[in-house]
């Protein structure tokens, strides 16, 4: 075989991709930004990068690699070898594309309500689309137990075991292990847990994103509040009652913080008339990002009409976390086609027993977290 030959053969071969795996990367604590970046390696070699638990980005198999690097630090001359030796490619042009995307990645870090679409041109599918081999997320529920002036209703009667502390921190455990980056704490209650601050610094230590889902009133203790976000806690969703003068005290402490919070608000029949006058002044108080959900599909117009109030306020759209109880938020009824089946995909639902559904509400039991093996729960 001569040599142009070999050159094209060997371009023919396949690339063997990365080890397949996750990855993660922390900036350093004098790095004013605080961000981090969990990146999952398929088996075929292409990735999901998702960047502080809040942006999904699907890669390709060579813009995996170089976000592996990345989260590897290594320097522009030892990618540019690396690059040169798999994918026949020149030294700058490996060190271009590997500085294009390490920017692409920073203006998501600095700017998250930036459109990678219409700013980044990264090429972008619809929301959790294609094959998902591991979900994104863990949804765990610690305790169906509420607030006694608390009148949602929970599953308390159909799950009767509350699982210890060592059971959630084997839980969280095998979800890194698996692939899983994302874990939201909701329930019930979670800070009715005595023991969510060690179930939250377990899961900093493995280096996992984490999210809470609560009523926020304990937030009206300033020691608290601090001690909760000591724990490495990423994002706050308060499913906010405007009718409690302590929910709007313990908002006023949250916003002071440094974490992302999200401001959970439930459209009923008789609250659509005074509901955009209260994201007006959850605005003016300096919430930035609103969740949105109503038990009833009469609403519907309503709550597209809201939608288009919240982009009007500049504020952030949150639809995808497991809010209570329903699955009407304005995201799913806009869709004009049937959406994805995203529970039991893009995310799976943990109850206080430990058993797995798809969903919050979707009562099928796929097994159970701690005593089946990863496959068998998958499979179903």
């Known amino acids: 075989m001569n040599k142009i030959q070999k050159f094209l053969a060997d371009l023919a071969k396949p690339i063997r991709p990365l080890p397949s795996g996750m990855y993660h990367y922390i900036s350093p604590p004098d790095d004013a930004r605080n961000y981090r970046l969990h990146l999952r390696i398929e088996e075929d070699g292409s990735g999901i ?14 813009a995996a690699e170089y976000a592996y690097y990345l989260t590897k630090s290594f320097s522009q001359q030892e990618v540019a070898k690396k690059m040169t030796a798999r994918y026949h490619v020149d030294s700058q042009q490996a060190v271009d594309d590997y500085q294009n995307l390490a920017d692409r990645i920073q203006i998501l870090i600095n700017s998250p309500d930036l459109d990678p679409v219409t700013f980044l041109d990264f090429q972008r599918k619809k929301p959790y689309s294609g094959t998902i081999t591991v979900p994104y997320r863990l949804d765990c529920a610690l305790t169906y137990r509420l607030a006694s002036n608390n009148q949602i209703l929970t599953p308390g009667e159909r799950v009767k075991q509350e699982l210890p502390k060592d059971a959630w921190f084997a839980i969280a455990d095998k979800a ?6 994302h874990l939201v704490f909701t329930g019930g209650e979670p800070t009715l847990r005595e023991d969510l601050f060690e179930i939250l610094n377990h899961t900093e230590q493995n280096g996992q994103i984490t999210g809470l889902l609560t009523d926020g009133l304990r937030f009206q203790d300033i020691d608290y509040l601090k001690h909760l976000l000591a724990t490495g806690l990423d994002h706050l969703m308060i499913v906010f009652n405007p009718d409690d003068p302590g929910c709007w005290k313990s908002l006023e402490n949250v916003l002071s913080e440094d974490i992302f ?9 008789d609250n659509k008339i005074q509901i955009e006058n209260l994201i007006t002044q959850l605005s003016i108080l300096g919430v930035k990002a609103i969740s949105l959900s109503t ?48 529970a039991g995909r893009a995310w799976l639902y943990i109850e206080p027993d430990g058993d797995v559904l798809p969903a919050q509400e979707i009562n099928q039991v796929l097994g159970n977290f701690l005593t089946d093996s990863w496959q068998t729960i998958w499979k179903q």
């Open 49 to 62: 990068l998702i960047i502080n638990g809040s942006t999904i980005l699907h890669l390709n198999q060579s």
């Open 176 to 181: 890194w292990k698996i692939g899983i980056p």
């Open 261 to 269: 919070v999200a401001v959970h608000l439930t459209l009923r029949s």
């Open 295 to 342: 038990n009833n599909d009469e609403q519907k117009n309503d709550l597209l009409a809201l939608r288009a109030f919240i982009a009007q306020k500049n504020l952030e759209l949150v639809w995808n976390l497991p809010v209570p109880y329903s699955n009407q938020n304005p995201v799913r009824m806009e869709l004009k086609d049937t959406p994805p089946e995203l």
